[in-house]
């Protein structure tokens, strides 16, 4: 069973050894499996890693914000060391406070992510959602998303000091568009990354509310706000199918209404009851290489399902790909493995 941890009287469940594979959603794994596949990603990853220094992004955010510990916001540094407890996480990730009037968090850094909260996010929300939104970020830890969000933050500056030259900057869109369409499927997971640590639907869901334009929760109909989010798969149009597609192309974030609603159908599922009753995948039983193809199909799954659910008609054209990508995705990875035994057994 998994541990509790709460000074108010009531329990929070604490993960000793949990998988992040736990809260994953499968779209974000086949997106990142499928990212990890895509012609000239490793190349780019090397340059990448290679031209980008990770303790200048530590001396800027140490000079330029509020290192956050028991002097200097102590409630967030209780927050910061509460989620790090609950999700069993080691070190405990610092995290800042800089000057900006949005309300955005991020998790940067490759060999020691830290996140960066802007004075807007935590003006806007309370302690409750402060640990949601801090939850979040260290299921962005916890993953190993930082150094793909990293990556994407770099080649997003590298494209804009490479505008002058039109044909060397096509060169990024392809990897830079895979790199933003994963990451918005990685903010569904660390939503759910930060459910676990708040444990506390209502909470969530206020925190959404407020990021998507609330002033005061109190005055919203969250049924009416998670309405929108069916009203907005409902379309029954192709053109508004197409509008919706064109919409999120460029976007790294879900769209909020349509992300709260994602929250709460997991709040509610048996998946989510069960890792609070302590039934989750652990660390410690994890396969040392991890299964891109297995992951692929389980999100060729995933697509499907919502598909064939949607009432977007142009989602349901496309009801039977996942089936197909499933099967493709097994095959080839059948025969990719195959053929680099075989090189092995010939070298040998």
Not at 309 to 324: K, Q, W
Request: proline residues 5%.
């Amino acid at each position: 069973m998994a541990d509790s941890d709460r000074g108010d009287g009531s329990a929070r469940v604490r993960f000793p050894g949990i998988s992040p594979r736990a809260y994953e959603h499968p779209v974000d794994r086949g997106a990142l499996a499928t990212l990890r596949m895509a012609p000239g990603f490793a190349e780019v990853l090397k340059v990448v890693t290679g031209s980008f220094h990770e303790r200048g992004e530590q001396l800027l955010a140490l000079s330029s914000a509020i290192r956050v510990g028991p002097t200097q916001y102590p409630e967030i540094d209780a927050l910061r060391h509460e989620c790090a407890r609950i999700l069993d996480l080691d070190p405990v990730p610092d995290v800042f406070v800089a000057r900006g009037a949005e309300p955005q968090a991020m998790t940067i850094g490759m060999q020691t992510p830290f996140v960066v909260l802007t004075t807007g996010l935590v003006e806007l929300l309370d302690l409750d959602g402060l640990r949601f939104a801090v939850g979040h970020e260290f299921g962005h830890v916890l993953s190993g998303h930082a150094v793909y969000r990293t990556m994407l933050l770099r080649l997003l500056q590298l494209r804009l000091s490479m505008s002058w030259t039109p044909m060397s900057a096509l060169g990024l869109r392809a990897i830079i568009a895979a790199l933003n369409e994963w990451f918005r499927k990685a903010e569904l997971s660390c939503d759910r990354a930060g459910l676990l640590c708040c444990q506390d639907p209502a909470a969530a869901l206020r925190t959404q509310v407020l990021l998507a334009g609330g002033i005061d929760p109190s005055r919203i109909d969250t049924e009416a706000f998670l309405r929108q989010a069916s009203e907005y798969d409902s379309v029954d149009s192709i053109r508004d199918s197409i509008v919706k597609l064109r919409n999120i192309e460029t976007l790294s974030h879900p769209l909020a209404v349509v992300r709260a609603a994602q929250v709460q159908q997991w709040a509610a599922s048996e998946e989510y009851r069960a890792i609070l009753a302590g039934d989750y995948p652990r660390r410690d039983a994890e396969p040392p290489h991890r299964d891109w193809a297995a992951d692929v199909k389980a999100a060729a799954r995933a697509y499907k399902k919502s598909f064939a659910t949607s009432a977007d008609p142009l989602l349901r054209v496309f009801s039977d790909v996942g089936e197909a990508v499933s099967g493709a995705a097994g095959s080839v990875w059948n025969r990719f493995t195959a053929r680099g035994s075989a090189n092995t057994d010939e070298r040998g």
